[in-house]
């Protein structure tokens, strides 16, 4: 059952009748008010979010019990093991079914922050959190009471201590307008971008005012030194309502990154200052470029999904898209496989979809995720076979990447709100090469580690 669906049990109970509710505890019908009452707050709102916040309590107090569960009949450690001693299983399938054990194992445990600022750590909600390459750190986003958003680094490699603890270093900068998007960026990394361990740029940009601005912040702003010492800005300008942003790590198109405005795409040399401007006929609400070949895949608000090369100039008409797909709504995350054979979409109706790039047809759809009006991420590991997303519902959800099927459903420890959507990073191996494997689930102003083991 579907953790985000409302209870349809009440049918079977009683008939349904319009303008009134059922209440099978008390076994009697309550009238419903048109809109929120101060006097008699029983309205549909009110009832939905009662339900759902029942079934999320229920589903916290079934995982503290339940250490370990599958979603699939006969599978645990031992029999899989047995069978691929005997032969029955290829080592592929069987490296994938021991990832899904992980999965369904993982335990919930909160993490103590530290800061070299003790009014930093714990005082303001995570919006947005995202790991560098080699996850030794991840780039923050909160939301300040005043309104407006500031910006962290968090340090984790304490993550392999006992005591699950990681320092968080806050910086000089401040915004009162809201942060859409921000990526990773490197300024100094090797000809090889295939070698690439260590980001030591940020790239930081998408704002929904306008006029917007997109800002390339260096890594070392956020440091225990003395301030003075720090440096400043290295790009910031403004822009148009900008929606999602990316970088390109292919030599062909060096130190370039990418900004989806309202009806363009704006791609920009951090070196050079050089623009270059593709018009769309919707909002860009997602970027992601290739490694392989100078190209950029954007996802739009009216469901397309289309390709650019950006060693082309720019010229009239659409015939500068090279690859075109469609969803039935706006596109809010895509992620482009290692292959690049195939791009994995999810859009505002809660549809994830794996398209095959080669044929531009949809090869695959994962079911489950929620999802009305918000721009959401897709996390997707396919050394572990693995795509995870958070709904809007606050529930994370994990399918597995080979077969579709959803592995687990985990409940938000905080009450499901449009301001407690979950942010996550997931990695074999948080804090580096010998970091440690699992979730990370950034919620309010608090953090929880997840243990893969």
Same mark, same amino acid.
């Given at each position: +059952?579907?953790?985000?669906s409302s209870s349809s049990t009440q049918n079977s109970v009683a008939p349904e009748l $319009? @303008?009134?509710y059922y209440d099978p505890e008390k076994n009697r019908y309550f009238r419903l008010l048109p809109g929120h009452n101060n006097h008699n707050p029983l309205t549909k709102d009110s009832i939905q979010h009662k339900a759902m916040e029942c079934k999320r309590l229920r589903l916290l107090e079934e995982e503290e019990k339940q250490h370990q569960k599958t979603t699939r009949a006969g599978l645990n450690s031992s029999v899989l093991l047995q069978k691929r001693q005997l032969g029955l299983l290829s080592p592929t399938s069987y490296c994938r079914y021991i990832h899904e054990l992980k999965v369904n194992c993982m335990q919930r445990r909160k993490i +103590?922050?530290? =800061? $070299?600022?003790s009014s930093v750590a714990g005082t303001n909600n995570f919006k947005i959190i995202v790991a560098d390459v080699a996850c030794e750190r991840i780039f923050t986003v909160n939301d300040v009471e005043h309104g407006g958003c500031k910006? #962290?680094?968090?340090?984790l490699s304490g993550l392999g201590k006992e005591s699950l603890t990681v320092e968080m270093y806050d910086n000089l900068y401040f915004t009162n307008r809201k942060v859409n998007s921000v990526c990773w960026a490197s300024l100094t990394h090797p000809d090889s971008h295939f070698s690439l361990t260590h980001f030591s740029k940020l790239c930081l940009m998408g704002i929904a005012e306008t006029p917007g601005c997109a800002s390339l912040l260096p890594a070392s702003l956020f440091s225990s030194t003395n301030p003075g010492d720090r $440096? @400043?800005?290295l790009c910031s300008f403004k822009i148009s309502t900008a929606w999602s &942003? %990316?970088? &390109? *790590?292919n030599p062909q198109a060096d130190n370039c990154f990418s900004t989806g405005l309202t009806r363009r795409v704006l791609v920009t040399n951090v070196v050079t200052g050089h623009r270059q401007t593709f018009g769309t006929s919707s909002d860009v609400l997602a970027q992601q470029f290739a490694t392989q070949t100078p190209v950029l895949y954007n996802g739009c608000r009216s469901g397309e999904i289309f390709s650019i090369d950006v060693r082309q100039r720019n010229r009239k008409g659409q015939s500068w898209k090279a690859i075109r797909l469609f969803h039935g709504s706006a596109v809010t995350s895509i992620h482009l496989m290692e292959a690049e054979h195939y791009l994995m979409a999810a859009d505002m109706a809660g549809k994830i979809k794996l398209w095959d790039l080669r044929t531009a047809k949809c090869v695959k759809q994962y079911k489950g995720h929620h999802n009305e009006y918000a721009l959401l991420p897709l996390h997707v590991n396919e050394e572990e #076979? *693995? *795509?995870? %997303?958070v709904g809007q519902d606050c529930y994370t959800r994990i399918w597995s990447l080979q077969d579709t099927h959803l592995l687990r459903t985990i409940p938000s420890p905080h009450p499901s =709100?449009?301001?407690a959507i979950p942010s996550v990073v997931f990695s074999s191996r948080l804090g580096g090469s010998r970091g440690v494997p699992g979730l990370l689930m950034a919620v309010k102003q608090d953090l929880y580690h997840f243990s893969y083991n």
């Amino acid at each position: +059952e579907d953790p985000s669906s409302s209870s349809s049990t009440q049918n079977s109970v009683a008939p349904e009748l $319009p @303008g009134f509710y059922y209440d099978p505890e008390k076994n009697r019908y309550f009238r419903l008010l048109p809109g929120h009452n101060n006097h008699n707050p029983l309205t549909k709102d009110s009832i939905q979010h009662k339900a759902m916040e029942c079934k999320r309590l229920r589903l916290l107090e079934e995982e503290e019990k339940q250490h370990q569960k599958t979603t699939r009949a006969g599978l645990n450690s031992s029999v899989l093991l047995q069978k691929r001693q005997l032969g029955l299983l290829s080592p592929t399938s069987y490296c994938r079914y021991i990832h899904e054990l992980k999965v369904n194992c993982m335990q919930r445990r909160k993490i +103590e922050i530290h =800061s $070299p600022d003790s009014s930093v750590a714990g005082t303001n909600n995570f919006k947005i959190i995202v790991a560098d390459v080699a996850c030794e750190r991840i780039f923050t986003v909160n939301d300040v009471e005043h309104g407006g958003c500031k910006y #962290g680094i968090i340090n984790l490699s304490g993550l392999g201590k006992e005591s699950l603890t990681v320092e968080m270093y806050d910086n000089l900068y401040f915004t009162n307008r809201k942060v859409n998007s921000v990526c990773w960026a490197s300024l100094t990394h090797p000809d090889s971008h295939f070698s690439l361990t260590h980001f030591s740029k940020l790239c930081l940009m998408g704002i929904a005012e306008t006029p917007g601005c997109a800002s390339l912040l260096p890594a070392s702003l956020f440091s225990s030194t003395n301030p003075g010492d720090r $440096p @400043g800005m290295l790009c910031s300008f403004k822009i148009s309502t900008a929606w999602s &942003c %990316a970088w &390109c *790590l292919n030599p062909q198109a060096d130190n370039c990154f990418s900004t989806g405005l309202t009806r363009r795409v704006l791609v920009t040399n951090v070196v050079t200052g050089h623009r270059q401007t593709f018009g769309t006929s919707s909002d860009v609400l997602a970027q992601q470029f290739a490694t392989q070949t100078p190209v950029l895949y954007n996802g739009c608000r009216s469901g397309e999904i289309f390709s650019i090369d950006v060693r082309q100039r720019n010229r009239k008409g659409q015939s500068w898209k090279a690859i075109r797909l469609f969803h039935g709504s706006a596109v809010t995350s895509i992620h482009l496989m290692e292959a690049e054979h195939y791009l994995m979409a999810a859009d505002m109706a809660g549809k994830i979809k794996l398209w095959d790039l080669r044929t531009a047809k949809c090869v695959k759809q994962y079911k489950g995720h929620h999802n009305e009006y918000a721009l959401l991420p897709l996390h997707v590991n396919e050394e572990e #076979g *693995l *795509l995870i %997303a958070v709904g809007q519902d606050c529930y994370t959800r994990i399918w597995s990447l080979q077969d579709t099927h959803l592995l687990r459903t985990i409940p938000s420890p905080h009450p499901s =709100s449009k301001d407690a959507i979950p942010s996550v990073v997931f990695s074999s191996r948080l804090g580096g090469s010998r970091g440690v494997p699992g979730l990370l689930m950034a919620v309010k102003q608090d953090l929880y580690h997840f243990s893969y083991n």
